[in-house]
């Protein structure tokens, strides 16, 4: 999988710093007419932006459409509205070892998952649910890479899904143990995370306690605050102060990506080159997307996920049976028996989930 940036530029961009994090890009400058600001498309995800003030086309060059959804084949057939798979990634692409310090972004090569969500659309609005990486799950068979032979069907993490077989085998685990069919994917990584919140002014959040975390570098009062991208990333990767542990931290981070989604989308920042064009390079600089997807289809993304945040959708979790169960490879949280498998149900013919 080809993981090099993006080269194409727009020419007459401005040469000007768009991110603290990350390499410099250049960044469109103000559009001439008002009309044309208007064709914009802020396309934001938990984790990712892109946007268009004037640079449509250009923005559709910068895509990195790097991930195979049927590569595994055996696919669930096409249902009702369409399925997105959301994923943060702690990919430190862009990061300086300055900047992992300071974000308390961890080592080791490579990028793994920190957050997965599935997103439906469709003729009764928008469903959001969180998917814990600690969720057990079967692993289809697949081929060993490292060894080459052909591993069976086992139990095990969700996100190990994603580090055994990266993007492809995570949405096809998704798949085989949701019987939903993935339409499209797309993931962003710790920088730009960081930068978006960082290019819109930050995240308002409200906490209902002091949150304390060595490991993710949270260190935040009760009440009310605007987080920075710094900040908002420790936010959604602490974990241990949580009283349902990686449940938990799926609830925090379903609630700041739409909120993060529905200031994105207010005027002040949709009209404000200054914002607007930071904003739109932060999230092509680290964002991955299907093969098939368009920007079209990430503005869409993104309006669902805005109106989850504005009441008019549904931001669920994975229904549970036990969390915190001891495995062969770590402690687990199960899906209910019987709920789970109703709400995908409900998902595939899109029927608004039962309460």
């Given amino acids: 999988m080809t993981q ?7 020419e007459r961009f401005a040469e000007r710093p768009s ?4 390499p410099r890009r250049a960044h469109a400058r103000r559009p001439k007419k008002r009309r044309r600001l ?3 498309v802020l396309v934001l995800l938990a984790a990712a932006v892109v946007a268009a003030g004037g640079t449509y086309g250009w923005a559709e060059t910068q895509l990195r459409r790097d991930v195979e959804l049927g590569a595994y084949g055996n696919r669930p057939p096409p249902g009702e509205g369409t399925n997105y798979l959301i994923v943060g990634s702690d990919s430190r692409d862009g990061l300086s070892e300055d900047d992992v310090k300071e974000l308390h972004a961890g080592g080791g090569g490579g990028r793994r998952t920190d957050s997965m969500m599935l997103l439906h659309t469709g003729a009764n609005g928008a469903t959001m649910v969180s998917l814990p990486r ?3 799950v079967t692993l289809p068979g697949r081929l060993d890479t490292t060894t080459g032979k052909t ?4 139990g095990d993490k969700l996100n190990a899904a994603f ?11 998704v798949e085989r143990n949701t019987g939903l069919r993935i339409d499209h994917y797309a993931e962003i990584g710790f920088a730009g995370f960081v930068n978006i919140v960082d290019a819109i002014g930050g995240v308002r959040m409200c906490l209902d306690r002091d949150i304390k975390d060595e490991k993710s570098g949270a260190d935040l009062r009760k009440g009310c605050h605007t987080l920075n991208g710094g900040q908002a990333l420790a936010y959604v990767r602490q974990r241990h102060q949580e ?3 990686d449940l938990g931290r799926s609830k925090n981070q379903q609630r700041l990506l739409s909120t993060l989604a529905h200031q994105a989308a207010r005027p002040d920042t949709l ?8 904003a739109a390079q932060a999230g092509l600089d680290t964002l991955i997307v299907d093969e098939d997807m368009s920007l079209r289809d990430l503005s869409r993304m993104f309006r669902a996920v805005r109106s989850v945040s504005g009441g008019h959708g549904r931001r669920l979790n994975v229904p549970v049976s036990g969390i915190g169960i001891p495995t062969s490879k770590g402690n687990v949280l199960k899906w209910d028996p019987r709920k789970a498998p109703r709400l995908f149900a409900d998902l595939r013919h899109d029927r608004p989930p039962a309460g």
């Fill in 19 to 22: 991110s603290r994090y990350g």
């Fill in 4 to 10: 090099t940036d993006p080269t194409v530029t727009r």
């Fill in 38 to 40: 208007r064709r914009t």
């Fill in 151 to 154: 591993k069976r069907p086992e």
């Fill in 243 to 245: 009283r349902e542990g």
């Fill in 163 to 173: 580090s055994y077989g990266g993007p492809e085998l995570l949405a096809h685990t």
């Fill in 134 to 136: 600690d969720s057990w």
């Fill in 271 to 278: 009209f404000d080159p200054t914002r607007i064009g930071p």
